[in-house]
């Protein structure tokens, strides 16, 4: 056993360049890192990442797959999420609808999600439980066997999960529109869920073939976080874990995203909106894409969110043409991320004239850049604030699963606070100039019904 | 050899053994005789802080609705001679949460800081406590952010669905308030209104601390001291009344064009004082709180696909308790919800509970305490949940034992208490089919101060 444990570590640190920590090796860098995570390659390929956090004697549990909406064929459009449920409904040793009930007589919690670039699967139980769950969750990821009459009614929940969180949602029914023209052609542009005449065409045969061709432990990341170590988990990996087969799974095969040629506006409007609301969504690089211009725009967006940034100071604070406005930047994207801003517009507001405000204020900072006290601030400020990414049982498995899933290293989210000390006030100034004005965006209104017409003006 | 294993596992599924202590709180009296509940960490350099008033904005008037919402948003708006801007600077930039908060019943503190902060944090705190600015700039900034979210909730029908249950349910009391305001009163609302509803919350006597991390019980106390020390012992303000129930039966539905029917049924609940109160949370569990091992998630969504989720949680103020069923679904699907419901409600008072459901719900509700102390916040906002429920600092290691000793008696006991009257029904979204409900057109306290 331990001749194999040994043989193990070594393994990943071929593959991680000596970016991991064990009890039995020491870490050769020493460069900060986050989560001192220890990390582990089982003979038939699954990835295995532990955060051992000694607080409480609890266990997050985590398989990531490497698959989501954006592996989905054209006539299967939701069916990552629809495997999701039927996940739930029954293997030869779980019978249907038990799987949740076993975790919860273990006082835990479980639930899974699905995104475009992964699908997660989540237990969080008392450590002692550990191999309970391992033995649980690896039986489903080679043996879910759904009974006929549970997959007809889960068609119905799923269908009921968009009625509730999208269709009965004016805000969520705009994020689609906008997401639809900005990655036009591409899976981020269409729901993860699916549109509803998709949704209708959900089969049970589209489910099995995504599984049979995806869920396989080469194409899957177990992040277990809490009070374990490698030590503790890798055995209990292997005896399940790794007595399932290799698999052949196919490559991850995703259309480029093109720049828009123009700068369009996406309007909604629903009988029950009464507060109109302003947004902007435009394509910036992910992490693992350009990773110096990735930590710029870190930069950039927390010099521009909160009620400290120069949007809310200028728009809220000065002029007093929003209530509210932030900044936002999402960098774990295996594709493109993005970058956003959005308001809403303070009583009576154009929403053009709130658009050329934000563009003004914008384009004023692109000129002039931020001093370079600010940009040292802000650095430090984030890296204390990843001091409380370890006051959390469940967090650092989330973060860690996310980003591998989503084709970042290991060792770049461990480092990534040190990392950001390189990044300096032009970075900060060409990475708003190259991506968020330098490329064309979508931008979005949600309007009440009256004001669709007048172009923006408050209904009262 | 995989069956080998799973025979294992079942065998594994006993109860989270209770011999080691859940938390290892202590009681500290600061110098100045302020009580703190603390639990030490070490393990990381952090420190967390939550305190609570037991005043919330049940004692703002029906015409001053919302002063204590703007109260919370307001506090954080500079002291002193530190405006806004330099204010939420300096929390920016020594990474330092602080934030206030309310409920019905009380007015809330939060703190977490880096412990090399720490002395920072408490100089902003206490100066956010004692000497808020409250300029009209912020006071009308925050005004204006408040009335903006409520007309964003105007299209989020669980929202609608509260507002005209807490109506109903509430009639005549403090309680049918809308706690964040109406368009009405949050216009009206100045400095004067906040430094007055300051005065009423923040008092000693009704001042509750529970701290958390990187701190020693000497530390605690002084930052005790230090923070609150300057408060005054006590101060009058009116006292709530316990609420009378209202008639049972109501059903009132409120029109919105969406395609589904977001859906609410309330009864009265048994009170956090009450000698049913473990048995009332067993019962909830198996009822409609457990999640997916609920009997109204197993009929409703599981079995027929009805609806995404179903829930029944109870809310349990200091004065009025109720459990409310809420779900969304299609309009044709109500009627038979309704009955659904109505089965699984009798079921619990006519049938006792067999030994393999009741021992899932003790299981798991004596299970997974210890797994909720997972941040240094979470921590110690439960200390302060504690001291509110008048609760003694060994309550989280006796927790276990009053859970088992429900038996299935005691939950058909509850059940009947609980479901003795028809409920009130509440519908917002498109219209039920093949039912009679009164129907509203306003929505009471959004907009306008409901008489």
């Keep these: ?460 | 050899m995989r069956s080998k294993i799973f025979v294992l596992l079942f065998a594994l599924l006993v109860p989270f053994a209770a011999q080691a202590k859940i938390l290892d709180i202590k009681e500290v009296t600061s110098p100045g005789g302020l009580k703190v509940w603390l639990v030490e960490d070490h393990s990381l350099a952090v420190v967390a802080l939550t305190f609570a008033f037991r005043t919330g904005a049940a004692i703002d008037t029906p015409d001053k609705q919302g002063v204590t919402q703007l109260l919370s948003n307001t506090l954080d708006e500079g002291f002193g001679d530190m405006p806004s801007k330099d204010f939420q600077g300096a929390l920016r930039d020594n990474a330092i949460d602080l934030s206030f908060s309310f409920s019905r019943d009380q007015f809330y503190g939060q703190m977490r800081t880096l412990t090399r902060h720490l002395p920072e944090a408490e100089k902003l705190m206490k100066g956010a406590i004692m000497g808020p600015r409250f300029d009209t700039e912020a006071v009308d900034r925050m005004r204006a952010a408040n009335i903006a979210r409520i007309k964003s909730n105007l299209s989020d029908s669980d929202w609608i669905a509260a507002r005209i249950l807490n109506d109903l349910m509430y009639q005549g009391h403090p309680y049918a308030m809308n706690t964040g305001g109406t368009v009405e009163t949050l216009t009206t609302l100045n400095a004067a209104d906040l430094r007055m509803t300051r005065a009423n919350h923040f008092v000693r006597e009704r001042l509750v601390i529970g701290m958390t991390g990187d701190i020693t019980p000497e530390q605690a106390g002084q930052m005790a001291d230090m923070l609150f020390g300057g408060l005054p012992q006590k101060a009058d303000v009116p006292l709530i009344p316990d609420q009378i129930m209202p008639q049972a039966g109501q059903a009132v539905y409120y029109a919105q064009d969406i395609p589904q029917t977001s859906l609410s049924v309330a009864w009265p609940g048994i009170s956090v004082h009450d000698p049913d109160y473990y048995a009332s949370v067993v019962m909830n569990y198996i009822f409609g709180g457990g999640g997916f091992s609920s009997r109204l998630m197993a009929e409703i969504r599981e079995k027929r696909g009805l609806t995404y989720g179903i829930y029944s949680s109870a809310y349990n103020l200091d004065h009025a308790d109720r459990l409310v069923v809420s779900a969304s679904l299609l309009p044709g699907n109500v009627v038979k919800t309704l009955d659904l419901i109505g089965e699984v409600a009798d079921a619990m008072k006519t049938t006792p509970v067999d030994a393999g459901t009741l021992k899932a719900a003790q299981d798991y509700l004596t299970g997974s305490l210890p797994l909720q102390f997972s941040s240094t916040q979470r921590t110690a906002g439960a200390l302060v949940e504690l001291q509110l429920n008048d609760r003694p600092i060994t309550a989280l290691d006796d927790y276990a034992a009053k859970i088992l000793a429900v038996t299935p008696a005691d939950i058909q006991r509850v059940a009947e208490r609980i479901f003795a009257v028809n409920p009130i029904v509440v519908a917002v979204g498109a219209k039920p089919e093949g039912l009679t409900m009164l129907e509203w057109t306003s929505i009471p306290n959004a907009e306008t101060v409901s008489k």
């Design chain 1, 1 to 460: 056993m331990v001749r194999k444990l040994l043989l193990s570590v070594s393994l990943c640190a071929a593959l991680t360049s000596g970016a991991f920590a064990t009890d039995v090796v020491t870490p050769a860098s020493d460069v900060h890192k986050v989560y001192n995570a220890q990390t582990a390659v089982l003979d038939n390929g699954m990835e295995i990442v532990v955060v051992p956090i000694h607080r409480t004697p609890a266990v997050t549990h985590m398989v990531w797959y490497k698959a989501g909406a954006g592996e989905e064929k054209p006539g299967a459009k939701g069916v990552a999420h629809f495997l999701e449920h039927l996940m739930f409904k029954g293997t030869p040793h779980i019978p249907t609808g038990k799987f949740s009930e076993i975790i919860q007589q273990m006082g835990g919690d479980d639930n899974a999600f699905t995104s475009w670039d992964y699908t997660a699967y989540y237990q969080i139980v008392p450590k002692d439980k550990l191999a309970d769950v391992m033995r649980m969750e690896s039986e489903r990821m080679n043996d879910m066997t759904p009974p006929f009459k549970e997959i007809v009614s889960e068609k119905e929940v799923v269908i009921e999960e968009r009625r509730q969180n999208v269709e009965s949602s004016p805000a969520a029914t705009l994020g689609e529109k906008m997401r639809d023209v900005l990655f036009e052609g591409h899976p981020y542009g269409n729901p993860i869920l699916g549109r509803m005449e998709q949704m209708q065409k959900l089969k049970w045969i589209d489910a099995l073939q995504f599984y049979k061709h995806w869920y396989a432990p080469n194409n899957a990341i177990l992040v277990v976080s809490g009070d374990v170590t490698l030590a503790d988990v890798l055995p209990l990996a292997q005896a399940t874990y790794g007595a399932l087969p290799k698999e052949d799974v196919p490559q991850r095969a995703r259309p480029d995203l093109e720049d828009l040629k123009e700068t369009p506006i996406v309007t909604h409007t629903q009988a029950n909106v009464r507060q109109p609301l302003w947004e902007y969504m435009v394509r910036a690089p992910a992490a693992h894409q350009a990773p110096q211009d990735s930590l710029a725009l870190d930069v950039l967006a927390d010099l521009l969110a909160g009620p400290t940034g120069n949007l809310y100071q200028e728009l809220v604070v000065k002029e007093k043409i929003a209530t509210s406005i932030n900044a936002g930047y999402d960098s774990t994207a295996l594709d493109d991320g993005s970058f956003m801003v959005y308001a809403v517009p303070a009583d009576g507001v154009d929403m053009k004239k709130l658009g050329d405000a934000v563009t003004r204020v914008l384009k004023d900072i692109g000129e002039k850049g931020f001093t370079d006290a600010e940009v040292k601030n802000s650095i430090a400020r984030q890296q204390d604030e990843a001091v409380y990414a370890l006051d959390s049982l469940a967090g650092p498995a989330m973060t860690i699963g996310y980003a591998l899933a989503s084709g970042e290293r290991l060792d770049d989210i461990e480092t990534w606070p040190t990392r950001l000390e390189s990044v300096t006030p032009a970075q900060v100034k060409d990475a708003l100039n190259k991506y968020v004005l330098g490329r064309k965006g979508i931008t979005g209104y949600l309007l009440p019904p009256t004001a669709e017409k007048t172009g923006g003006k408050d209904a009262q």
